[in-house]
């Protein structure tokens, strides 16, 4: 059995305190990023977009991220408001309305 590379990060906001992260989850995470361009880089070209600039996919990916957040943030209150801690398809269609 190959045992794995640990890299060590120093954490930027914990001076002197240090994270151990194997490879395969920095690659996990590059690979996660890869298919959130990939996924709108896709949306764009769908929508009429010939080409679509790395910089431009990078804004869509923050500016989408900005708004599930305050979609979920709306959909929650929804939900607690019904006494429920799920969030259901009828809160996040009711919170899209509201927006």
């Known amino acids: 059995m190959r045992s794995k590379?640990?890299?060590?990060?120093n954490m930027r906001y914990f001076p002197g305190k240090?994270?151990?992260?194997?490879?395969?989850?920095?690659?996990?995470?590059?690979?996660?990023?890869?298919y959130q361009?990939?996924?709108?880089?896709?949306?764009?070209?769908k929508n009429g977009a010939e080409r679509?600039?790395?910089?431009?996919a990078e804004a869509l990916v923050?500016?989408?991220e900005k708004y599930i957040a305050q979609l979920t943030k709306e959909a929650n209150k929804l939900?607690?408001?019904?006494?429920?801690?799920?969030?259901?398809?009828e809160d996040v269609d009711l919170a899209s309305k509201s927006n």
């Not at 939900?79 to 398809?89: D, F, L, M, P, S």
């Open 5 to 9: 590379r640990v890299l060590v990060l």
């Open 18 to 34: 240090f994270l151990y992260v194997t490879r395969d989850f920095l690659f996990e995470v590059r690979k996660w990023q890869i």
């Open 37 to 45: 361009f990939a996924a709108v880089v896709r949306i764009a070209k």
């Open 52 to 56: 679509v600039g790395s910089d431009a």
């Open 62 to 64: 923050a500016k989408a």
């Open 79 to 89: 939900a607690e408001h019904a006494g429920r801690k799920t969030i259901k398809k």
